[in-house]
């Protein structure tokens, strides 16, 4: 009987997978509109809905640091119907988010990643730094008196600000706005001094003058900011940080909706347009298996939590 079960049961999956996906498929967005996780979503979102002839949604999902909307897909059948647009901020999350109602390697299942950007430091206009050399020693002269704007508590540009204070052994105090263009408006208005910020969103601002450009965070120079150095090249040895971002699904979705998911994501992140679309905003396509993907996010939990662990000390 249990052979029969099993002889009945494989075929199935497959047909699930062959029929994937019958109906219109949800992308929840734990971020606000208009940053680049909703950017990126609506994109790809319309390459599947055109190569698999449903389509795929985007629905924003804000709050709580990403927490809320990925506790919503968590919660959701694991059918292939909701899926999660993420990035490092849940990875972050996993040791800056103890009280959080689920976990992600446990309840949600790895699809893909879709790609990198950098990100830069900026400063407002007035503050009396022109490079980060600059702005460390004026860190170090006023510890405990310079800010910095970030799109909320545990999201890739407040980590990436907790890295640098780290590595650069400054004391500058975090700011968290609900959303990156507030974020963005405190550092152009003067309300904070320094910000962190992806690149294609914060590169118009630097074109207009109305933040400083002092170092990028990757490990080459930004082919979009191909004139401001990167953060090592500034005097921060070993200093990397990107924003990244992927696809999940809820822990349990058949192995070939996983896959059938996957091979579509890679096919249109290789596709030239995107590829030619990405370049001119800085952001770099990333093609990995489901298992990849998997072994990357283990690893970028376990960087984020070292990370948490030294600004706790601070606090």
Not at 33 to 53: C, K, M, W
Not at 91 to 112: C, F, G, H
Not at 142 to 169: D, R
Request: aromatic share 6%; proline share 9%.
């Amino acid at each position: 009987m249990l052979a029969a079960l099993l002889t009945v049961a494989i075929p199935a999956s497959h047909a699930r997978a062959e029929d994937y996906p019958a109906r219109p498929v949800r992308i929840i967005v734990p971020f606000g509109p208009g940053g680049p996780a909703d950017v990126v979503a609506r994109q790809i979102g319309s390459i599947l809905q055109e190569n698999l002839g449903q389509p795929f949604v985007v629905e924003n999902r804000t709050g709580a640091g990403g927490v809320i909307g990925t506790l919503e897909v968590a919660k959701a059948p694991a059918d292939g119907y909701t899926l999660l647009m993420m990035s490092n901020t849940q990875t972050a999350n996993e040791s800056l988010v103890p009280q959080r109602k689920y976990e992600l390697m446990r309840d949600l299942a790895p699809i893909a990643p879709l790609n990198s950007s950098d990100l830069v430091i900026v400063v407002h206009p007035d503050v009396p730094a022109k490079t980060l050399p600059e702005f460390i020693a004026l860190a170090k002269s006023q510890p405990g008196k310079l800010n910095y704007a970030s799109s909320g508590q545990g999201t890739p540009y407040h980590m990436a600000g907790e890295l640098f204070k780290s590595m650069a052994g400054i004391d500058v105090v975090h700011v968290p706005y609900r959303n990156s263009g507030e974020a963005r408006s405190g550092v152009i208005g003067g309300q904070v001094q320094m910000m962190i910020d992806a690149v294609p969103a914060m590169a118009p601002n630097i074109a207009e003058n109305q933040v400083r450009a002092l170092a990028t965070t990757g490990k080459t120079r930004s082919a979009v900011l191909p004139a401001v150095p990167t953060v090592v090249e500034a005097g921060v040895p070993g200093y990397e940080a990107t924003i990244w971002l992927g696809l999940m699904a809820p822990a349990g979705t058949p192995q070939p909706i996983i896959d059938k998911l996957n091979k579509a994501v890679n096919i249109a992140i290789k596709r030239p347009d995107v590829a030619q679309l990405w370049a001119t905003q800085g952001a770099v396509p990333m093609a990995m298996t489901p298992e990849e993907f998997g072994k990357f996010l283990r690893s970028d939990i376990v960087k984020w939590a070292d990370v948490v662990k030294r600004f706790d000390k601070t606090q």
